[in-house]
């Protein structure tokens, strides 16, 4: 088993999660800042002042009180503040990542660290100059920069001053957010990513029993719309500062299978694919919404804002590869079920077929290689797994060391699944595993949900020395990386 030469080979983060200085260099708040730290069984919160100066707490997603102002309030901890502090550890970090061998590192840009309210004429120097010199330390070690531009992180002046992505002015912030990101980083990235998981704003309205209104579903198609022409038009002007550039859409890819073989069930599934995956895909790789676009926002007497301009945009900012994460699959059907599971913000009917992890997650390796094989026949475009790994909780031994054969054996199987779709004609041409290095669960906020090759020695209430170790999948990875992928013992 061998992987195609130049294969990019490497682990993925993000800015949020792992970087930590949340109010260093410059650094404008986002909304993860005023977010605190949950559990699988309890909930992350989001903090404010309500127009009465008395604090309070809000579910994610829900809105904000009238009146009221996010804010960050004693006796709450806030997990992204510190994170793994990637920010002070970058060149130990990237040291590390050099000895696993790494040929490519995932990473986003922090968009209130360049601009603090995202409303600034110019960027912060401190926060421009903090990213190049990753880069630079990345380029040391012949690591390929893939840069994920937004992961999250609206800074939260837009959110809370300007109505967020609903707002059509955010286009021309973002714009010139990206068009920083692509004029100061010219010759040190060459892999950028517009959009992280841009799938999951209409993914996340019907989760965990909620009950969407026409409303909810008509403003996150809007949010949707001025996302895909944001991401258009950075990728015209990225095209247009460098030609070499290669710009990618990020997905979150979710498996779905019939629950049934009801041809209720079938349709479920097939509409299942189109609201959740194939929408925002198609938009970003085709250039324009498919035919059943209509159908879905008839469902929810939808009516969208969309001019002539931004048509043409979105034909002519065409993305040059398909990115997505992958963890799970889950089942559709139009039945009722008893036997529910939850992961990764997915809810659904369990499948016997499969086992789940302590969070929930359907571990299918199978579930990768259909992904890709379906993907790539659709838009025959480079495609790259961005995201793909299993949260656990790890023991650290007397000794120090950390035996987490887990970890191996689900990469293991994806990996080889990854090449049976390479054999059967799929265009891959990277793999970034999620969380390379331990970091804040975006779901439950929570550090003893580890990921990483690397240990950090930092707990759920943010106590820890920070010290980094090498876990055996760090060993095990750095074999596959200097075999291509042929070695998987």
């Not at 127009?51 to 996010?70: F, T």
Request: hydrophobic share 35%; with cysteine.
């Amino acid at each position: 088993m061998s992987f195609p030469s130049g294969f990019l080979w490497g682990g993925a983060t993000a800015a949020n999660q792992v970087e930590g200085g949340w109010n260093e260099g410059g650094r404008g708040p986002a909304l993860t800042d005023v977010t605190t730290g949950g559990s699988v069984k309890e909930p992350r919160y989001e903090t404010y002042i309500d127009k009465d100066g008395k604090p309070g707490k809000k579910l994610q997603k829900q809105p904000l009180p009238d009146g009221a102002h996010y804010a960050v309030l004693d006796g709450y901890h806030y997990p992204n503040h510190e994170a793994v502090d990637f920010y002070h550890h970058y060149k130990e970090d990237i040291a590390l990542f050099a000895e696993m061998g790494f040929k490519t590192y995932r990473m986003s840009i922090s968009w209130s660290r360049l601009y603090p309210k995202g409303i600034e004429k110019e960027p912060n120097k401190e926060g421009v100059e903090f990213y190049r010199n990753v880069f630079m330390e990345l380029k040391k070690y012949n690591i390929e920069p893939l840069v994920t531009i937004w992961h999250f992180d609206t800074p939260l002046y837009l959110e809370e001053h300007e109505g967020g992505w609903l707002n059509r002015d955010l286009i021309e912030y973002y714009v010139r957010f990206a068009t920083t990101c692509f004029t100061e980083y010219n010759g040190l990235v060459k892999y950028w990513l517009t959009f992280n998981e841009i799938n999951n704003t209409v993914m996340f309205l019907d989760m965990f029993g909620n009950k969407a209104t026409d409303e909810d579903y008509q403003n996150a198609y809007q949010i949707l719309h001025h996302q895909f022409v944001a991401s258009a038009k950075a990728v015209q002007i990225g095209h247009a500062i460098n030609p070499d550039y290669m710009i990618g859409c990020m997905i979150c890819g979710i498996t779905r299978y019939p629950a049934t073989c009801d041809p209720n069930d079938i349709l479920a599934n097939r509409y299942g694919w189109e609201k959740g995956i194939f929408y925002c895909g198609d938009v970003q790789a085709k250039g324009y919404y498919g035919t059943y676009a209509k159908r879905l926002w008839d469902e929810h007497n939808v009516h969208l804002n969309i001019t002539e301009e931004d048509l043409v945009d979105l034909e002519r900012g065409t993305v040059d590869m398909y990115t997505f994460s992958y963890y799970m699959s889950s089942l559709e059907t139009t039945h009722e079920v008893k036997d529910k599971v939850s992961g990764n913000f997915v809810a659904g009917a369990r499948n016997e077929y499969l086992t789940y992890s302590d969070w929930g997650w359907a571990l299918d390796p199978k579930g990768l290689r259909y992904y890709l094989e379906v993907i790539y026949d659709r838009y025959e475009l480079p495609l790259m797994v961005v995201e793909n790994g299993l949260g656990a909780y790890d023991k650290v031994e007397e000794d120090g060391s950390i035996h987490d054969e887990y970890r191996i054996d689900y990469y293991r199987q994806h990996i080889i699944e990854m090449n049976k779709a390479i054999e059967h004609g799929v265009d891959l041409i990277g793999y970034t595993t999620w969380g390379c290095i331990d970091l804040v669960s975006a779901g439950t906020g929570e550090m003893r949900k580890r990921y990483g090759f690397i240990y950090v020695d930092m707990d759920d209430e943010g106590k820890g020395s920070m010290a980094r170790s090498r876990k055996d999948s760090f060993y095990w990875y750095k074999k596959v990386i200097a075999s291509n992928g042929a070695d998987l013992d």
